[in-house]
């Protein structure tokens, strides 16, 4: 796929190439099909997905909660990986969340994930935003009969959009 992007909201016609990017990660706990069209249905504000020549090739899916966007799952299929495809959605996202007052992000990683971990300290980085973390859930917390689950930990990063970092045209970047 080497065709134009195109970032957008999702819409219920996404929820099954959404699942199979999800599965075929390996890395992400993967939800059922059901929530997918969930989340591009009756979450289509705060989620986005890339498209390249009409096919989903990544996404971020989130819910909003007051001033703060909760990252629910970010994915990138393998063929769009090392392009920067993760953060762009993430910049697209937010810019749309900081419009409508949203002014922190929050996501829950493991410990022992460093994509994620460095990929939101970048997006951090960006929007010239702090990061918070602290201990979330711990591996007891998950059901046992589900196998082995790793402590989930909360990072929270803001302000976003901020007087002093907006951008016109922008609503929440670094001025450059």
């Known amino acids: 796929m080497s065709g134009k992007r195109l970032i957008e909201s999702p819409t219920k016609a996404d929820g099954a190439a959404l699942w199979r990017i999800a599965r075929d990660s390996k890395k992400l706990d993967l939800n059922t099909p059901y929530a997918y069209l969930l989340w591009c249905h009756d979450f289509a504000d705060t989620s986005v997905v890339a498209k390249v020549d009409g096919t989903p ?19 990138v299929d393998p ?13 697209e996202l937010f810019d749309r969340l900081t419009a409508q007052g949203v002014r922190y992000l929050e996501t829950t990683i493991t410990p022992d994930n460093e994509a994620s971990i460095r990929l939101f300290a970048s997006f951090a980085k ?12 711990s591996a007891t917390d998950f059901p046992a009969e589900e196998g082995t689950h790793e402590q989930e930990d909360l990072y929270r990063i803001g302000p ?6 907006v951008k016109p045209g922008i609503s929440g970047r670094k001025k450059t």
């Open 57 to 75: 090739v990544g996404f971020v899916i989130g819910y909003r909660k007051q001033d703060t966007g909760f990252v629910w799952q970010v994915a």
């Open 79 to 91: 063929s769009q990986q090392g392009k920067g495809l993760a953060g762009a959605l993430l910049d």
């Open 126 to 137: 960006r929007w010239d935003a702090t990061v918070e973390r602290q201990d979330l859930f």
């Open 160 to 165: 976003l959009g901020s007087d002093q970092n």
